[in-house]
């Protein structure tokens, strides 16, 4: 979503504001603008479309000021203009936000009759003209931003500069990010960390409903009460260098090639080389637990769905599995001596992290699996399990999800172990075969010119069909997702058993069908719905194993052979071909790979 960025230092910022813009590409964007004060005096650059527009725009209009601004937009209220880009301004304040002002209507129908003109269609604006309205009234800027956050319904992150004060730079929070970084002797608001990394390793976050007061001087941080507080100021590992694409032409082509290593290194964070677990301790034991509740969004929930197999299968735990934004409004009821699985790359997901304090409401157990330790996910959970992914830049999940997926199988692991369902014999072989997950996914790596091959014959198809059984079935859901989200090729993910229920009337010479299926007990069946799809024109797209392909491959237009796993860690394994597949044909359409259009990476309003 939205990316913020403020300054306040002793040096020009203009730089350094697109600079820190470009850190914050990867959330997604359609326009950009920053807003400095030089003697005081307001100054705005605005452009619609990428960094480089705002970019080329500054050299030919050059922004003095040591405190300012910036923003990249990702259109909610408004089209994707110049006139509706951010920073939003009237001659005393200019405002960048994150978010929806749910009530900016009622603000705006208020603020006209008082003759405020609005010159955008978005809500944003509101915020700045009811800032000035304050600020008219004679209230001081603190005065007035504290009035102002009690007025405004919805979510937001804001970022505020008032005219005639070179000495301050404000911010809030509610429902969504913002971290303050300190520097030597200059000051940093963002969206997240990741876009103040070359300025700062010292970064704190607002809590829900703070804002804040930066002076050369100091930081004062109020509560939702405007009382002044402390919030914790933490070393971050990140570092200007996290964002360089190195070899690769794509972040999501390099994220992809990473997952050898973040696998490997979630994994030995979690299990010694003995197979003994270094989980963190929870606050229950697993036996107690009367059902497990999986919450998440998009890629993360199809994570989630794997995990439902496993859980059920290896430690026979119920688990109940949702889409956050229907769950929060389904408003389920939750079993005493329940626990509520929150997973997230960012932890700043708004749906599930409303989800989440639904589910802390509702005195379940809160565990969160996320990449973002310092996120506001992580740190409303009772217990968080981290991926250690590293920074995530392309817009398709990839590392992040294969990493998901490692520290829910641990999980689901120990779970059967203290459940009694699995002997420590049983852990041991599936533990035994995640730690051999990373070499395989190099011999798939090691085949990606194949892959290549394959996805140019989909530059001209306009479906395709992903088919799955068991733990695979979520797979297909993910693989759909990412051809989806990046070729724009439009895709269905299938349990294999319901392509008789309606998708066989789609097939035709036409339609790729995409089908996981390892070699295992549920194999034979999939082989039947391949013969139907054979018997009627379809293409098939065959991942397998080396048996697999023996068995059934003369009934494929194209197969490939993986190297033979066990069932449990297959889903794993099986995520890289089809991400590969889906990264290929993208870039043989000639799309934006790491940023496509429409979305967004880290969904910061519902």
């Known amino acids: 979503m939205c990316g913020i960025v403020g300054i306040l230092a002793k040096r020009p910022v203009a730089d350094l504001l697109v600079d820190g813009l470009r850190r914050l590409e990867y959330r997604g964007y359609d326009s950009a603008g920053i807003a400095t004060l030089t003697d005081g005096k307001l100054g705005i650059l605005r452009a619609e479309g990428k960094l480089n527009k705002l970019a080329e725009k500054l050299k030919r209009e050059t922004l003095s000021g040591t405190i300012g601004i910036g923003h990249t937009r990702?259109?909610?209220?408004?089209?994707?203009t110049e006139s509706n880009a951010h920073p939003h301004a009237t001659d005393l304040v200019a405002v960048v936000h994150n978010g929806i002002i749910e009530n900016y209507k009622q603000l705006r129908r208020e603020l006209e009759l008082k003759n405020h003109a609005f010159k955008s269609e978005t809500d944003t604006e509101t915020i700045a003209c009811l800032l000035s309205d304050y600020l008219q009234q004679g209230k001081t800027p603190q005065q007035a931003m504290?009035?102002?956050?009690?007025?405004?319904?919805?979510?937001?992150?804001?970022?505020?500069?008032?005219?005639?004060?070179?000495?301050?730079?404000?911010?809030?929070?509610r429902g969504s990010p913002m971290a303050i970084g300190y520097g030597d002797g200059e000051y940093y608001l963002g969206s997240d960390a990741l876009a103040l990394a070359p300025l700062t390793d010292r970064i704190s976050y607002l809590e829900e409903g703070d804002w804040v007061e930066i002076h050369h001087d100091g930081v004062i941080i109020h509560d939702e009460t405007d009382k002044v507080v402390k919030r914790k100021i933490c070393q971050t590992a990140l570092s200007?260098?996290?964002?360089?694409?190195?070899?690769?032409r794509h972040f999501m082509q390099k994220e992809i090639f990473e997952q050898p290593t973040v696998i490997a290194d979630t994994f030995s964070n979690y299990v010694t080389s003995e197979n003994t677990f270094t989980l963190p301790k929870l606050p229950f034991k697993w036996k107690d637990i009367s059902r497990l509740t999986i919450v998440a969004c998009g890629t993360a929930s199809y994570a989630g769905m794997v995990a439902k197999y496993w859980f059920e299968q290896l430690a026979r735990l119920p688990v109940e599995i949702d889409i956050a934004s229907e769950f929060r409004y389904r408003e389920p009821p939750l079993p005493a001596n329940g626990a509520t699985l929150v997973i997230s790359q960012s932890g700043e997901t708004a749906d599930t992290l409303a989800a989440a304090v639904y589910a802390k409401k509702q005195k379940q157990y809160l565990l969160a699996v996320v990449n973002v330790p310092q996120s506001s996910m992580a740190r409303?959970?009772?217990?968080?399990?981290?991926?250690?992914?590293?920074?995530?830049?392309?817009?398709?999940?990839?590392?992040?999800?294969?990493?998901?997926?490692?520290?829910?199988?641990?999980l689901a692991v120990e779970a059967g172990i203290a459940r009694g369902n699995l002997t420590q014999q049983q852990a041991e072989k599936i533990l035994q075969a995640l730690r051999e997950i990373p070499a395989h996914i190099n011999e798939v790596l090691r085949e990606e010119e194949k892959i290549c091959e394959l996805a140019k014959s989909f530059v001209d198809k306009n479906h395709a069909l992903y088919l799955g059984r068991g733990a695979l079935?979520?797979?297909?859901?993910?693989?759909?997702?990412?051809?989806?989200?990046?070729?724009?090729?439009h895709a269905e993910g299938y349990p294999a058993g319901e392509m008789k229920h309606g998708p066989i009337a789609l097939i035709d010479e036409n339609m790729p069908i995409v089908v996981l299926s390892p070699h295992d007990r549920l194999f034979e069946k999939t082989a039947s719905n391949i013969q139907e799809v054979s018997a009627r024109g379809g293409k098939i797209i065959l991942f397998s194993d080396k048996k697999g392909v023996a068995a059934i491959g003369a009934a494929a237009f194209w197969s490939m052979a993986l190297p033979s796993v066990i069932m449990e860690v297959a889903p794993i394994?099986?995520?890289?071909?089809?991400?590969?597949?889906?990264?290929?044909?993208?870039?043989?359409?000639?799309?934006?790979?790491?940023?496509?259009?429409?979305?967004?990476?880290?969904v910061t309003v519902e």
């Open 74 to 80: 990702w259109a909610t209220h408004g089209k994707p």
């Open 146 to 173: 504290a009035a102002a956050l009690k007025r405004f319904d919805g979510a937001f992150a804001i970022g505020v500069v008032f005219a005639g004060h070179n000495d301050l730079l404000m911010g809030a929070r």
């Open 240 to 248: 200007g260098k996290t964002i360089d694409k190195g070899e690769y």
């Open 380 to 410: 409303l959970a009772d217990v968080v399990f981290p991926t250690l992914a590293g920074p995530e830049i392309g817009v398709a999940s990839t590392k992040a999800y294969t990493t998901q997926l490692v520290v829910l199988l641990c």
């Open 473 to 489: 079935y979520p797979l297909a859901l993910e693989g759909a997702l990412k051809l989806k989200e990046i070729s724009y090729i």
């Open 573 to 602: 394994l099986y995520a890289i071909p089809v991400q590969l597949l889906a990264y290929y044909t993208a870039f043989a359409k000639g799309n934006d790979v790491d940023q496509p259009r429409n979305l967004a990476k880290s």
